[in-house]
């Protein structure tokens, strides 16, 4: 099956800063990859994705890139405002051909101060 | 439009009784899927079903059974429940589940066991 690491587990930037957080997958088949943004108590909620068909996507501040060969794809926040703290989580899709699977990496902790 | 909802949002069990958490959507989404969250852990698939009349394991099916009963509603029960299944149970859809659809998720049950 699939597995996901993620890097770092937290990571603490200032208001204005920019953060990036990485993540790799196992499985070569896999191929969709959103993140989502919890906070606390909250549910997970989507906030971008990326299909293995594109290298990059952007929405405003944030923006996710994808390296297929090196089976890593990251996400990077610009402009770091407070509201962005949050714990994050990558995620990669296992397409069974009747239902997509998705496996989490560990998630990170972004903080970001004023 | 409440998207997915998941009853009850906080449950207090004794070790040996069952209970059944459940979850509905209203997005008419053919995938649905539970996981548990554990600290430092993310998420977990514990069962999906990919269409109405098919359920699947995940990753941690020991200990729980699914239903689903319908397009709309899939339930999870803990028959005899145990310490380790103390966990934040996340119920969530997703479209036809071939095309990598997003995942959307309800707001959590929260179960204690004693």
């Known amino acids: 099956g699939e597995n996901v690491e993620q890097h770092p587990s937290t990571l603490s930037v200032q208001e204005g800063d920019s953060a990036v957080i990485k993540c790799t997958y196992s499985?070569?088949?896999?191929?969709?990859f959103p993140w989502y943004k919890q906070e606390l108590g909250k549910r997970p909620q989507l906030i971008i994705d990326?299909?293995?068909?594109?290298g990059e996507k952007k929405d405003q501040r944030i923006a996710v890139t994808l390296n297929k060969t090196a089976k890593h794809f990251s996400l990077h926040i610009t402009e770091t405002q407070p509201e962005d703290s949050a714990v994050y989580f990558c995620?990669?899709?296992?397409?069974?051909?009747?239902?997509?699977?998705?496996?989490f990496g560990t998630g990170t902790r972004l903080q970001v101060t004023l | 439009n409440a998207g997915v909802t998941q009853t009850p949002k906080f449950q207090v069990l004794k070790t040996g009784q069952s209970m059944t958490l459940q979850c509905a959507q209203d997005m008419n989404h053919n995938s649905m899927y539970w996981y548990r969250q554990d600290p430092g852990m993310g998420l977990r698939l514990i069962y999906y079903s990919a269409s109405e009349g098919t359920t699947d394991k995940g990753e941690v099916p020991n200990g729980y059974n699914v239903s689903r009963l319908n397009k709309r509603e899939f339930s999870l029960r803990l028959e005899s429940a145990a310490p380790s299944q103390t966990s934040v149970y996340f119920c969530?859809?997703?479209?036809?589940?071939?095309?990598?659809?997003?995942?959307?998720f309800g707001d959590g049950t929260r179960l204690s066991i004693l």
């Open positions: 969530a859809s997703s479209g036809q589940g071939f095309s990598n659809q997003p995942q959307h």
């Open positions: 990326i299909r293995s068909n594109v």
């Open positions: 995620a990669a899709v296992e397409n069974t051909g009747t239902a997509s699977k998705l496996t």
């Open positions: 499985d070569s088949a896999s191929n969709y």
